[in-house]
């Protein structure tokens, strides 16, 4: 009886974790105001979806050569993006123009804690990100991208770009 019961407690213990993690998604939630959008993989509740915060899930659903992404909205107020360090256990499939036309954005924070080990796509990322001028996306797998197409194009001001850990062999 006695193994039984802790056999069960083992069971609930299990369960309990994988439904802790089921519960976490990943977003871009809107903060400082409306000038940063910080990137998260939590539990946590922001508000009302579409304007206090936005899902990765529906931008992995988005045609990446539109360029509409669930926060593109935001591109004319945006200043800094940030990665949180949570964010780091979340895996998109693509990222395409996730970015695309954020003329006002100039910072991007803790881009390490993006893992684009199973994206395909990052076509159009960066594009018309007018005011960045520092980029470092040296930490980026991209063995498996196949369209990295205008990644940086219209980047006017971006003097210093580190793609020194990019695998371009899939590269079409």
Request: charged content about 20%.
């Amino acid at each position: 009886m006695k193994a039984l019961k802790l056999l069960f407690a083992s069971a609930f213990a299990v369960t309990m974790t994988f439904a802790a993690e089921a519960a976490k998604t990943a977003k871009a939630v809107v903060a400082d105001g409306g000038a940063t959008l910080k990137f998260v993989y939590d539990e946590t509740s922001y508000g009302t979806k579409g304007t206090h915060w936005f899902s990765v899930a529906d931008a992995e659903a988005a045609d990446p050569q539109t360029g509409i992404m669930p926060w593109w909205g935001l591109r004319n107020s945006i200043t800094k993006v940030v990665f949180d360090g949570s964010f780091a256990a979340c895996r998109p499939r693509h990222c395409g123009a996730w970015f695309n036309a954020f003329r006002q954005l100039e910072t991007v924070d803790g881009l390490g804690n993006l893992d684009v080990s199973e994206a395909t796509s990052l076509t159009m990322m960066f594009a018309d990100c007018l005011s960045l001028t520092t980029l470092d996306c040296s930490a980026f797998d991209t063995s498996k991208v196949t369209d990295m197409s205008y990644m940086f194009c219209g980047c006017s001001s971006l003097t210093t770009l580190d793609v020194s850990g990019f695998d371009t062999s899939k590269v079409l």
